[in-house]
C-alpha cells in the first residue's frame, strides 16, 4: 500500500491535501481521482472542467494530473472533436489560472522581500504556502 496525495488545482488555487489515501497502487490512485472529480463536480460540471486533481506519491511528488474535463461522463456523448475540444479548452483555461496564481505568489514573494529590506512586517504565508 502507498500513500497518495490528491490536491486540487482551480481558478483561485491550490488546495493541498493534508491527509493523503493510502491506495494499493497507481491504477487505484488513478481510479480514485476520477472518483473525486465526479463528486466534486457533482452538478456544477461545465464551471468545474479546468479543475485538475494533481496526484504526489508519499514524498509528496506529482504522478500523474487529471483534468476534470476528462473525467465528466456527460461529455463522454459528444463527438469525438467536440469533445477534444471541450478538454482542450478546459485544459488552456487551467494552464491561464496557474499561471496568475503563479504571478501573484511571485508579488507577494517580491512585496515581501522589498519589506524585509526596509526591515517592516509582511505576509509569510499565501494558502498554506510558505512564502
Not at 480514485?32 to 486533481?53: D, F, P
Not at 477534444?84 to 522581500?113: C, F, K, P
Not at 522589498?114 to 499565501?126: C, K, M, T, W
Request: net charge neutral; glycine share 6%; charged share 25%.
Amino acid at each position: 500500500m502507498a500513500i497518495y496525495y490528491f490536491n486540487l488545482k482551480g481558478l483561485h488555487g491550490r488546495y493541498v491535501d493534508p491527509h493523503g489515501t493510502e491506495l494499493a497502487d497507481l491504477a487505484e490512485a488513478k481510479e480514485h481521482a476520477r472518483q473525486v472529480a465526479r463528486e466534486l463536480m457533482h452538478r456544477r460540471e461545465s464551471k468545474t472542467w479546468s479543475w485538475r486533481l494533481e496526484v504526489c506519491d508519499a514524498g509528496r511528488i506529482p504522478v500523474f494530473e487529471l483534468l476534470f474535463a476528462t473525467a465528466d461522463p456527460k461529455l463522454a456523448q459528444l463527438p469525438p472533436t467536440l469533445r477534444a475540444r471541450v478538454e482542450e479548452v478546459s485544459a488552456r483555461t487551467g494552464g491561464v489560472a496557474d499561471a496568475i496564481v503563479d504571478i501573484r505568489n511571485s508579488l507577494h514573494q517580491l512585496r515581501g522581500s522589498l519589506a524585509q529590506s526596509n526591515r517592516e512586517p509582511y505576509l509569510v504565508a499565501l494558502d498554506g504556502t510558505i512564502l
